[in-house]
T-cell receptor, first 114, second 112 residues
Framework: EAGVAQSPRYKIIEKRQSVAFWCNPI?????LYWYQQILGQGPKLLIQ????????DSQLPKDRFSAERLKGVDSTLKIQPAKLEDSAVYLC????????????FGAGTRLSVL | GEDVEQSLFLSVREGDSSVINCTYT??????LYWYKQEPGAGLQLLTY?????DMKQDQRLTVLLNKKDKHLSLRIADTQTGDSAIYFC????????????FGSGTRLQVQP
């Protein structure tokens, strides 16, 4: 079974530029999450999708971050414009319907904003 | 609000047991998890425990849960150099908002 795929693995941009990250979850997983992991911290939820609907985006800085999951499969996360404090690893995870809520993580995209 | 806390660093010798501790505040947590993160890699689920259990064993891993004190621990028996990584404790509910709330991670260093 293929895991969660993310691209790109690394991205370096200058502040005020825009950037987009892509995630392909495990086949059949209805729930998709984007987490932000700042160096030295645990991951923090940005947004949770159930199929193509948003369940929780309360921690998403909506003035600059947007995310979509149009067909309930792949998802993109965009930052526009980027700030220095957006430098982090962006992790995508997916889970199925089982009650124990096992989330499988991709390798992440490491973003450096200069 | 939700909060998960862990100690930052643990150093052990190869072959010894490691015990990584975690405390959480959300009494409605249904599942508690331990994830491992190696440098440059994503998070790998090691094990999980349901909140109505107090112990779970899986090969070299033993998870203990004290629900009264909201304390979770992960014991790794016969620790190997390959166990060197950052270990994250996380909690979630099983309905509604199911996102994980993570601690800041404990860096385990295994010395040969």
């Amino acid at each position: 079974e293929a895991g969660v795929a993310q691209s790109p693995r690394y991205k370096i941009i200058e502040k005020r530029q825009s950037v987009a990250f892509w995630c392909n979850p495990i086949s059949g997983h209805a729930t998709l999450y984007w987490y932000q992991q700042i160096l030295g911290q645990g991951p923090k939820l940005l947004i949770q999708f159930q199929n193509n609907g948003v369940v929780d985006d309360s921690q998403l800085p909506k003035d600059r971050f947007s995310a979509e999951r149009l067909k309930g499969v792949d998802s993109t996360l965009k930052i526009q414009p980027a700030k220095l404090e957006d430098s982090a690893v962006y992790l995508c995870a997916s889970s199925g319907w089982e009650a124990k809520n096992i989330q499988y993580f991709g390798a992440g995209t490491r973003l450096s904003v200069l | 609000g939700e909060d998960v806390e862990q100690s930052l660093f643990l150093s052990v010798r190869e072959g010894d047991s490691s015990v990584i501790n975690c405390t959480y505040t959300d009494s409605s947590s249904t599942y508690l998890y331990w994830y491992k993160q190696e440098p440059g890699a994503g998070l790998q689920l090691l094990t999980y425990i349901f909140s109505n259990m107090d112990m779970k064993q899986d090969q070299r891993l033993t998870v203990l849960l004290n629900k009264k004190d909201k304390h979770l621990s992960l014991r790794i028996a016969d620790t190997q150099t390959g166990d060197s990584a950052i270990y994250f404790c996380a909690e979630s509910m099983d309905t509604g908002r199911r996102a994980l709330t993570f601690g800041s991670g404990t860096r385990l260093q295994v010395q040969p």
